[in-house]
Each structure stands twice: as C-alpha cells, then as structure tokens.
C-alpha cells in the first residue's frame, strides 16, 4: 500500500500543477483586468498598479514567481482588498467546511438507510415512496432545491428565517446541498444491497441459521458500501468546493461565496489561490477514498 499512496500523491502533485498552469493563463487571456472598472483611472495610475503587484511582467514570470510563493506558504495578497488571502481563506473556509461536512454526513447517513430499506422492502409501498422521492430530486438541481426551501419554508409557511446567524440559517442550505447526493447514495446502495443479498455468501450464513441482522449489517452491508464509498470521496469533495451557488442564494460568507465574488472582479491572485485550495481538497478526497477501500475489503489490491 505505501508504494501505491506514494504513486498517488506524486499524481496528485502533478494533477494540481496542471490545475494551476491552466487556471492562470486561462485567467490572463480573458479580456480585462482587476484594476478595470466603471471609473477610469489614468494610464500612470494603472501602470503603477500594475508595478505594484507584478502584474507588468511577463506571464510565464508572474506564474514562476506566484508558484515560488506558493511553495513557501505565500498566496500573495487580494488585489482588490490588498488583505493576505490566506487571511481571507482562515475566515471564509471553516464556513464552507461546516456546511459542507453536515451536508454530506446528512446524504451519507440518510442515503445508506433508505438505499438500504428499499432494498430489504423491494416492490413495496416503502420502496415505492422512497424511488418515487429520489427520482424527484435527482431531476432538480441544488440551486431549484434551494430556491423551493426557501419559498415554502420562508414565505409560504414562515417557520424559518432565510437570513439570519443562528441553527436556522444552516437548516435549509444542508438541505439543498445534501438532498441530491442523498438521492444517488440512496440509489447506489439500495443496487448494491440489492447485488450482495443475492450472492452465495448469504445464502450459505442463511442457510448456517445466522440471525438475519448479522446477515445484513454485517455481510450484506459491508460489501454493498464499497461502491458507495467510491461515491462519496468525490461528493464531499464536490460539496466542499461547488457549493458557491448555494452560498450565495443564502448569503453565506464562506469561501464558495469569495470565490464568486473574486472571478467577478478579476481578483487574479485571489482566482489562483481558491482553485488550488479547492483543488486540494478535491484531489485528497480522491485519495482517502482509494485508501479507505482496503480498510472496507482487504481484498481490494492497491497495487
């Protein structure tokens, strides 16, 4: 397994390489500049400007010595605040770690146990409802999701504030963000459970007089969540880093939010510095998922 997690990591290392090469020229190419606005500023206040952050030098010299700060724990400062973005980054990301983390423990939690009781109560009325239930949610996206809560739960019936500090405000975008994936996991195990209840390993316990629950949460179970766990890795990376749209329709502050806000101003050192934080995170949560299925199946070889 070492030799397997070594080869990964140098992956993930060159994957995010890759990210960062990409994001900032695609970045520059794009007509504009964060110093661009509705008030036009002389051509000796712009050049300055862009003296001042390095921003007059040659591309492929600003990439070098951007990364090089990188490397040594430096994301340079935010153009258009001139604040430390890894100060921006320690406010902002606990946020968006919060509400990620709930959404997906939400979708796991609930996506097993549905998957898992329409399986055990195939082509009944408790399958029934929750396929019907899934496939409604699987066709809408979080931001249509968000925007319903919203409208039933705040205007319609009052019970929760949209906007304010308290649990509340964290209630309806979990719900948004964890409902689809909660979905898929319910879909994905209810197959798998499906898959690994008809496998001879079961019939012979059954056959042993092994009590049904050890049946299920043991065996059945436990082989049914490997493919599950291939979902999930991916998910909390996405829902970690895609949940921007989530956080603006709610106006949270986190780092979704900023991430949004400085595309829209061209913030380029702001721009680099997100991607490859959220690239990060999307990139280590595909690894812990490959390490986590030779702790589920020791019969999975890494190698």
């Given amino acids: 397994m070492g030799?397997?997690?070594v080869k990964r990591v140098i992956l993930a290392i060159f994957t995010i390489f890759i990210i960062s090469l990409i994001t900032f020229f695609a970045m520059n190419a794009i007509p504009g500049g964060p110093f661009n606005s509705e008030k036009a500023k002389s051509p000796a206040v712009m050049k300055e400007l862009e003296a001042r952050y390095g921003l007059?030098?040659?591309?492929?010299?600003?990439y070098k010595n951007y990364m090089a700060g990188v490397l040594h724990g430096d994301f340079g400062v935010s153009l258009k605040t001139d604040r430390p973005i890894s100060e921006i980054i320690g406010e902002s990301f606990p946020i968006s770690a919060?509400?990620?983390?709930?959404?997906?423990?939400?979708?796991?939690v609930f996506g097993v146990v549905l998957g898992s009781i329409a399986a055990l109560m195939r082509n009944r009325w408790p399958?029934?409802?929750?396929?019907?239930f899934v496939t409604l949610i699987t066709s809408m996206p979080s931001f249509v999701i968000a925007t319903l809560l919203l409208y039933f739960f705040c205007i319609k019936l009052g019970v929760v504030q949209a906007f304010n500090s308290g649990s509340n405000m964290v209630l309806l975008p979990v719900l948004s963000l964890s409902l689809s994936p909660m979905a898929y996991i319910t879909r994905l195990t209810k197959t798998s459970m499906l898959d690994?209840?008809?496998?001879?390993?079961?019939?012979?316990?059954?056959?042993?007089?092994?009590?049904q629950y050890k049946i299920i949460f043991v065996h059945a179970l436990r082989n049914a969540l490997i493919p599950v766990i291939t979902y999930v890795g991916p998910m909390?990376?996405?829902i970690l880093t895609g949940s921007m749209v989530?956080?603006?329709?709610?106006?949270?502050?986190?780092?979704?939010?900023?991430?949004?806000?400085?595309i829209t101003n061209r913030d380029y050192t702001m721009i680099m510095a997100t991607t490859l934080f959220l690239a990060v995170i999307m990139v280590g949560?595909?690894?812990?998922?490959?390490?986590v299925y030779k702790v589920i199946d020791p019969r999975i070889k890494l190698d």
Avoid: M, W
């Fill in 236 to 238: 909390i990376g996405g």
């Fill in 98 to 108: 919060k509400l990620g983390l709930l959404s997906a423990l939400t979708a796991i």
């Fill in 56 to 62: 007059d030098q040659p591309l492929i010299v600003q």
């Fill in 285 to 291: 949560a595909n690894l812990i998922t490959d390490i």
């Fill in 196 to 211: 690994a209840l008809g496998q001879d390993y079961i019939r012979t316990a059954k056959a042993k007089g092994v009590h």
């Fill in 127 to 132: 399958d029934r409802v929750i396929v019907f």
């Fill in 3 to 5: 030799k397997y997690i």
């Fill in 246 to 262: 989530i956080e603006s329709i709610f106006n949270i502050g986190g780092l979704g939010s900023k991430f949004v806000s400085c």
